[in-house]
């Protein structure tokens, strides 16, 4: 009996009398808070997408890049209101509880911006 066969693009391996697939899971990548949000959107509405990325293997993977692409797209836009509202180190010398609320402010207009075009899709 050989070793090794392979079918269905499956390979096997002869293990006392039978035959075992030799299967790989996927890389797994840590998610962060936007991916896991993106993950219960996914599950309580779109459960059809869910699924097929489920089945697919690709679901770790498609919500690592949601979350890294929200991460980048919420500090771009932090930094682009930060600029257009004239937030920066002088008015934190001068005011620090007034450079604390804007940037507070601007960090939470630009979560929902992402979560409204990125992450709720």
């Known amino acids: 009996m050989k070793k090794y066969i392979e079918q269905n693009g499956i390979t096997y391996e002869l293990r006392g009398e039978q035959y075992c697939p030799l299967l790989e899971l996927p890389e797994r990548r840590k998610i962060g808070k936007y991916g896991r949000l993106h993950l219960e959107y996914l599950k309580t509405?779109?459960?059809g997408?869910?699924?097929n990325l489920l089945s697919e293997g690709t679901l770790n993977q498609r919500l690592y890049e949601i979350d890294l692409e929200s991460?980048?797209?919420v500090e771009s836009i932090i930094t682009r209101l930060a600029t257009e509202r004239v937030i920066d180190e002088n008015m934190?010398?001068?005011d620090m509880l007034c450079w604390v609320t804007e940037m507070n402010n601007?960090?939470?207009s630009a979560e929902e911006i992402v979560l409204r075009e990125v992450v709720y899709v």
């Open 106 to 108: 601007i960090k939470a």
């Open 71 to 73: 991460k980048q797209m």
């Open 92 to 94: 934190k010398d001068r």
């Open 45 to 47: 509405h779109r459960k």
């Open 49 to 51: 997408r869910y699924t």
